[in-house]
């Protein structure tokens, strides 16, 4: 059985930093990407980060680029989202999904089809 465990959201003031995990398991986890999405209230899910062990391949959302690193440690299965100089706009719940294989393209609900629970993110002004 796939299964993704999503940890790590809080509240933070704007400029601070939250670091964010997603662990694995029930699937081979080198042959698929994992990604983070986001969802605040009120507007659709979209995606903010990938990464591929099967290609390499990574991905940032624009807004985020240069602030989130994704990485990935494959003895633990679990990729981690360390976010930095959060905004007020970075609040949503994230959630970490799999299904896909590269992140060469924006990752899309669509494309996934496994997901985790979600964390809550909260970035106060």
């Known amino acids: 059985e796939v299964q993704l465990q999503a940890s790590g959201g809080g509240l933070v003031q704007a400029g601070g930093s939250l670091r964010l995990s997603c662990a694995a398991s029930?699937?081979?986890?080198?042959?698929?990407?994992i990604a983070w999405f986001r969802q605040a209230p009120g507007k659709e899910r979209e995606g903010v980060s990938c990464?591929?062990?099967?290609?390499?391949?990574?991905y940032y959302l624009d807004s985020v680029e240069g602030r989130f690193t994704i990485s990935s440690d494959n003895a633990k299965n679990t990729v981690y989202l360390q976010m930095n100089s959060l905004k007020p706009e970075d609040t949503a719940v994230y959630y970490c999904?799999?299904?896909?294989?590269?992140?060469?393209?924006?990752?899309?609900?669509?494309?996934?089809?496994?997901w985790g629970q979600g964390t809550q993110v909260t970035v106060s002004s």
């Open positions: 990464i591929s062990n099967s290609d390499g391949s990574t």
């Open positions: 029930g699937f081979t986890f080198d042959d698929y990407a």
């Open positions: 999904a799999t299904g896909g294989s590269s992140c060469l393209v924006v990752p899309t609900t669509s494309e996934y089809d496994y």
